[in-house]
């Protein structure tokens, strides 16, 4: 509570010097450009953007998708995909996963 009481007592005196204070001068500011480090560290952040987005989507995820495919094919995901049909075949409404069945339909079909 002292803290509290010091702080407010520093603020009012703050204010009060900052009111009996006036400055005839205004001070204005005008748009400036940027300097020459900043718009060449903005230009390398973007490149460096690019070029991850372009390696992501060129090879990253088709890579996982190729392996996704063999997966699916005769891999741990396509005993669990059967699994889940056998599941979802069997009209248990307790035990049925409606909303993975959902998520994976697309891969049932395919």
Do not use: R
């Not at 001068?25 to 903005?42: G, R, Y």
């Not at 075949?89 to 395919?110: R, T, Y």
């Amino acid at each position: 509570m002292l803290l509290l009481g010091l702080a407010i007592n520093s603020l009012n005196t703050s204010l009060i010097v900052a009111a009996g204070t006036t400055n005839s001068t205004k001070q204005t500011f005008e748009a400036m450009l940027p300097s020459i480090t900043s718009l060449v560290s903005f230009v390398i952040i973007i490149i460096l953007s690019v070029i991850a987005a372009q390696t992501w989507a060129n090879e990253v995820v088709p890579a996982k998708h190729t392996e996704l495919d063999i997966l699916k094919s005769c891999g741990e995901v396509k005993e669990y995909l059967d699994e889940f049909q056998v599941m979802a075949l069997s009209n248990d409404d307790k035990n049925s996963p409606k909303l993975e069945g959902w998520i994976l339909a697309d891969w049932l079909q395919q």
